[in-house]
């Protein structure tokens, strides 16, 4: 060991020998002492770790006899800690603490700041240092190591050069640096800790707050090269001890400590999921709180820790979510007291800064369910106090928060919270009235909320508005406003998938929680119309809850299109087909079972009408015995005159009565049960089929069915041919046989009728004397009831053209002719004049029936289609009969689709429809040329567009409504750019004005122009125009808004100015006083937040700060162009067209100056800008203002005082007097309200300096309406020098 003693004295002699004779030691600051090397250093760790009294004290006796210090071996040994190679800065260290913790050692000697400074910097080191892969981490060598000594290492400053000196002149592994062994680093956190025991550091506040964040950052910077492993479980352990012994009151103050700490550890908190994390932590809500107890300062820097981690939480979604789980898991940990302190101070985090206020948001719903606690019992306890009220009227007033990501969360989370609140019936009472959500009037408050965010502008609010109806009516019931219920059906119809659905789970919870009509009603017109949505998901999901309603008649029209679906999909069930036999068997047995004639009986509603739209997908689950006995029931009976309805609820002795109806309702069961069997036919026997077909014939050939009887049985025979057919061959061929058959009896009838008619009219009109009035009267009833057995056969016809289209029907064609031509005389005949045979008068009945008849034979026949598709044009104008009119739209659309290209040049005469004056047409041909667009056999152009524009003001709701739908959800997806072109056009349209102003003048005569215009200046039309305009405006995106401001002024304003536009014509007005009117709406104005991308981004909660950022960019662009354009282009135009009329003295000087004033308000800023050309016209322009302003408050005021019922003729003259003052009174004020918005303060120019007329005496020609003005007014004007404000005098 005197060896070793003797090896390190020589060292150190010669690290201060080299010290005192280097020149630049005590001239470079940079200059620093050598390092001692590794064998001097392992000769040291030796020393030491003998443990022995006698040894150290010889080895700091033989120092002292070579004139040196302890502290001697601070320098070397810092120099090694600092800059060495990683594994000698850790034997650096090892040794430091080591000689530290050595008996009889000087510990305030060698103890210094800067010496403990340097070991945790060796510490963070070797944290640092990444291991090489290829060799075991104890004995692995670095990647520099392998390459060798770097290239630079010789050009080092000659100051560092003693640094690395025994680097250079040693050999072998000496040269190289080594990777540490991890064990070392243990050893060196084992011996840190037992220093700490005898040195307190709270007189070293830089060396414990230094201490503090190496031994935080372990854990951070470990995981990354061990892992979840031991080695790191190992590290992790020895930091949460050291942080521990540093917390005693030895070390400091513990409060300041632990807040050194707590903040050291808020990065490793608010990490997303890391070791790191789960150590910080763990430390905080274990070890901290174990020790919060024994210490008030450690317990209020834990209490504080939750508020510091939510200022510091980060914006993100993601992060964000992390940092709430972290301060949820200390509070937590928490005493209840704390933790309701923390409460308050998230409530009043609500109202603070916007990601405050978001997190807050996230936080309620956590802290609610959390914490322990009953509503009631905080009411029991503390009354109006309870810290959950409170929470719950927080997040309810951020649903109305102004950013809309906050109002998305605020709603989300109240969703949550109500759900959970609910679970517990102690709760639920308290619950409901804490947001007000019961049955009376005091769920106003929410019912108002709902509304509003159902119908925000966000589609992410709109979403968590409706979930959170659907949950507030699933856990609380309660109920809803007229309007909240049609908002929510609105929303059915959203653009997004994900609104929708949204909006149908609200909608039809409240549907199965309640019974009250308005919601059955908003349901039926909402929900059962999505089977048919376009997004498949929408259909499969919600089709099993329309089957449960499939009583209600306004659900069924949607019926077929479910089973369709499910059948294709075989999610149809044998199950549902005996179901619905036992519900009609069941229903039979209880009508007979009081005694009541069998023949009175019905199936329930809906019964018949689901089973057969089954039985297309279950033919084999259907009883045939069951289908026959009806049959025969419905058939023997069904034609009686009186036929009553079974009960379908109660008694049916109740009150003595039953309901009566009409035969229609048993046609109804036989048509569904005839295409019942239809389907189940192809089960049947082979005699079975053949008799029941021969029955179904014979049924046909009598000719006095109900029409949909008619068209059932065709169909249902057509079907048991064919699947009774060996191949198709032989059922083309059988159908045809008995089509032609029936056709030939059908004509026979029809000629038959044709000709008794013809006799009759002759035989009433030249017979002298006429018939006696007993025979004319039996040969009009036997007419009268062959004219029922006509149209059925007439109707029959049309119904075997379309089952056989091949069928002979040459000798019909001219039957059919002569009705549907006999409305039309012959003048230019040279016959005896014989009364032409009008059935159109005569049968009208008939009539239209042969119309509807030769559409289908036309349908089937091109080049019959060709030369009666104008017949059908000509009837469609000039019909008086609604009924046809409505037929021929619906077979004019039929023609659209198969003979697009004849009918092509008559859509504008279909479209004269939509002006029908009976409702049901109007929407019939709205409906079907929608359809037609829809699926482009027609096209957007020429006049369609503009007519349809008509139906958004139309008489009737309902075709208003469809009209919304169309143009807000439809045209804004398929022809977005539609609204834009033809905006200018529809303008001229609706005014019924033809300016030249480039514009095609539409088609067709003058008549027809006019109605489909609006013309007229009322307020009734201009309000007409004006929803259209709007509607408009709305499907339109920014950059087109800021295209049709542009078109509005060049097309309009600039066409009027160079006398294109006539305005002094009423047309000519209307249009510019259009123009004027929505320049100045707010819809044509540009918000940045308006955008012509999709609303589903929206959809995104947080939006993300690149959407944000790029919004916000897209927003400034749009400005500056409107500014720009507004600049180049409207500003101009406005002057020049005021001039024009002011010469004219045109009334619309006052709609100019309006529209003017709101454009200069909105950009009152840029004014300065917009006229730096011409400061004089700005002035003029500033003085033009005001004096409309002045003007229209005079009118305003005198306008109340004369309309005042209390104004006597007495006091008339001070009356009059006040009126005048005030009206000066408020002129003044407005102008110079606006002189202080337009010149921002600065003083407006004396009067004298302003361009303006002369003002006359009264003395000077006084004339007109001026005569009345006294000489004192007029003088006072010229004396008043300025309109200077009141703040700038």
Known sequence: MADSISRIIAELEENQQQNLTNPRTHLSQSSSPSLLSQSTLLDLQSLVDTNDPDIIDQFYGDLSSKNLSPTSLLPPMSVAMDSGPTHLSLLSSSVYLSILLAPNSPVFTLFTPMAFLSLLRSIRRSLKHRPSPAVPREESTTGRNSRGPPPNRKKRSRGSRSVVRDLETGTGDENEEREFD???????????????????????????????????????????????????????????????????????????????????????????????????????????????KESAGVKKAIVNLPKYLANKAPEKAEPRGYAVEAIMEIVKAMEFDDQIGFVQYVVKMTQGKVSLRLLAVDLIPLLVMALKGSLEEELDNEGSHSWKLACLQAIIERCGDSTAGIRARALSNLTQVAGFLSSDEKNREVLKEAIAFTGNHSNEGINDLLRKRCADEKAAVRKAALLLVTKLTTTLGGSFDDVLLKMMGIACSDPLVSIRKAAISALSEAFRTFSNESVTIEWLHSVPRLIADNESSIQEEWTLVLLKQICNGEVTPWVKKICTQLGKKKRLKPRIVDALQNIIKTSESLWL??????????????????????????????????????????????????????????????????????????????????????????????ELAADLAHNMLKRIEEFNMHSTEVNAHVKALRTLCKQKSVNIEEAGILVMKWAERLISKASKILEKYISESTEYNKDSSFFTPPTSGIKKAKRSATISTSLSETVTAVYTIGCLVIVCPSADISSIIPLLHTIITSANSDPKS???????????????????????TMGKICLVDGKLAKRYIPLFVQELEKSDCAMLRNNLVVTMADFCVRYTALVDCYITKITKCLRDPCELVRRQTFLLLSRLLQRDYVKWRGVLFLRFLLSLVDESKKIRQLADFLFANILKAKAPLLAYNSFVEAIYVLNDCHADNGHPN?????????????????????SKRMHIYVTLLKQM??????????????????????????????????????????????????????????????????????????????????????????????????IELKRLLESKNSPL??????????????????????????????????????????????????????????????????????????????????????????NKGTPTPPLSSISVPKLKSNQEGTSGRNHHRPIGVLESLRRRQSFNSDDEN
């Not at 050291?264 to 020790?291: C, E, H, W």
């Not at 509603?605 to 089954?614: H, I, K, M, T, Y």
């Open 182 to 292: 991890v064990r070392v680093l243990f050893s060196v956190l084992e011996k840190l800790e037992s220093v700490l025991g005898l040195v307190h550091l709270d007189r070293f506040p830089d060396c414990l707050k230094s201490l503090v964040q190496t031994m935080c950052e372990i854990p951070v910077t470990a995981v990354e090269f061990y892992g979840v492993s031991a080695s790191f479980s190992r590290l992790v352990d020895m930091s949460s001890r050291i942080l521990g012994k540093i917390l005693g009151s030895e070390h400091g103050d513990p409060a300041s400590t632990a807040g050194e700490v707590l903040k050291s550890l808020t990065s490793s908190i608010l990490l997303s999921k890391s070791p790191a994390r789960s150590f910080a932590l763990g430390f905080v809500s274990k070890k901290m709180m174990v020790l919060s």
């Open 593 to 686: 079972s009081y005694s009541l004639p069998i023949e009175k009986w019905t199936a329930p509603p809906g019964a018949w009408f689901l089973l057969s739209e089954l039985s297309a997908y279950l033919p084999k689950a259907v009883d045939w015995e069951f289908l026959l006995h009806h049959w025969q029931l419905l058939d023997k009976n069904g034609g009686q005159d009186e036929l009553r309805s079974p009960l379908v609820q109660g008694d049916p002795h109740e009150n003595g009565k039953c309901l009566e109806i009409d035969s229609v309702a048993w046609a109804g069961d036989r048509v569904f049960l005839l295409q019942t069997i239809s389907y189940v036919s192809v089960e049947l026997p082979a």
């Open 830 to 852: 040279k016959r005896i004049p014989v009364p032409a045979l009008s059935l159109k008068r005569t049968a009208p009945s008939l009539y239209i029936q042969a119309w509807l």
């Open 1002 to 1022: 539409p088609k067709g005569s003058q008549t027809e122009n006019r109605a489909f215009s609006i013309r007229g200046n009322d307020e009734s039309s201009r």
């Open 1037 to 1134: 995106a920014s950059e087109h808004l800021l295209a049709t401001f542009a078109k509005l002024c060049a097309e309009i304003l600039a066409a009027t100015s160079d006398g294109m536009l006539n305005i002094e014509d009423v047309t000519g007005q209307s249009v510019l006083q259009d123009a004027f009117q929505i320049l100045s709406c707010k819809e044509i104005r540009i918000s940045p937040s308006r955008g012509s991308a999709s609303e589903t981004a929206d959809l995104d909660e947080e939006g993300g700060e690149g959407g944000t950022c790029a919004a916000a960019a897209k927003g400034r662009a749009i400005t500056q162009a409107v500014r720009r354009g507004l600049i180049q282009n409207t500003i101009p135009i406005f």
């Open 1149 to 1238: 000087i006052g709609s100019l100056m309006e529209c003017l004033r709101i454009l200069l308000k909105d950009y009152k800023n840029e004014i300065d800008d917009i006229l730096v050309a011409d400061k004089q016209l700005q002035k003029e322009l500033i003085y033009d203002i005001q004096k409309y302003e002045a003007a229209k408050t005079k009118s305003t005021v005198q306008s109340t005082i004369f309309r005042s019922p209390n104004v006597s003729k007495v006091g008339s003259g001070n009356k009059l007097q006040d009126s005048k003052v005030a009206s000066e009174m408020a002129a003044a004020a407005i102008a110079k309200s606006v002189l202080r918005e337009v």
